[in-house]
């Protein structure tokens, strides 16, 4: 059973322009979610989060969007450029409860930012 | 101030064998979680750690087990290795509370042959 999903495996943007991640996930006690980047053959590299109650972080580039009511999120990266490219992990986790150490990862979704 | 340090980065073990893994936390941290990366599973929970006691408990079996010591670090154990274990295995650390960003280690990867 996949409680967090990133339906979209690839995604391919122009430097300079808007670049969509998106998430879903089933799981409704999941209260706190984050997003992390990651090359091949290294640890996850955090980028940002969000508490389920805010419908919106921002921090420089990245800014996260929640909508509890469809179980969806979403990460903007703007302006993107070609360092971003890698694969983007969502993962989710029960921060009001005692599972806030347990983080359950989206399949991930591999960025290519062309110059 | 340092990162999550994990070690050793590369090993390969025989089917049968068994390895242990070692993880710092970054300081001041408590909690310490192993996760497990495979092309085909993805990212996989396996275990949390706080205050020496596992707090939390993914779906694997009993071959893989861990442990924390009283400065936080931690070590995770994986008894008569199979092929599928070869993957690469993350640790990760946190204050330990609600809310708290969990950073990553660089991984060690196992391969199994």
């Known amino acids: 059973d996949q409680q967090v999903k990133q339906n979209s495996p690839s995604l391919s943007v122009q430097e300079g322009r808007i670049s969509i991640l998106n998430c879903d996930y089933t799981?409704?006690?999941?209260?706190?979610f984050l997003w992390y980047k990651k090359y091949p053959a290294e640890g996850p590299t955090f980028l940002i989060s969000?508490?389920?109650?805010?419908d919106k972080n921002e921090d420089g580039r990245f800014t996260v969007f929640l909508n509890k009511s469809a179980k969806h999120l979403s990460l903007h990266i703007v302006p993107s450029q070609p360092g971003d490219s890698a694969v983007y992990f969502c993962a989710a986790s029960n921060a009001g409860g005692t599972s806030y150490g347990k983080l359950t990862f989206g399949q991930g979704t591999i960025l290519t930012v062309h110059p | 101030k340092a990162g999550v340090t994990q070690t050793p980065r590369y090993l390969i073990k025989t089917r049968g064998q068994q390895v242990t893994l070692s993880c710092s936390p970054i300081?001041?941290?408590?909690?310490v979680s192993w996760y497990q990366q495979t092309p085909g599973q993805g990212l996989q929970f396996l275990f949390e750690?706080?205050?020496?006691?596992?707090?939390n408990k993914g779906n694997f079996p009993g071959r893989f087990s861990g442990r924390q010591f009283s400065n936080s670090r931690s070590e995770m154990n994986v008894s008569t290795l199979e092929l599928g274990d070869s993957a690469l295995y993350l640790c990760a650390s946190s204050p330990g509370y609600s809310g708290n960003t969990i950073y990553f280690g660089e991984g060690s990867w196992l391969t199994v042959v």
């Open positions: 750690y706080f205050s020496e006691t596992q707090r």
């Open positions: 969000i508490s389920s109650i805010k």
């Open positions: 300081s001041g941290h408590r909690s």
């Open positions: 799981n409704s006690m999941f209260d706190y």
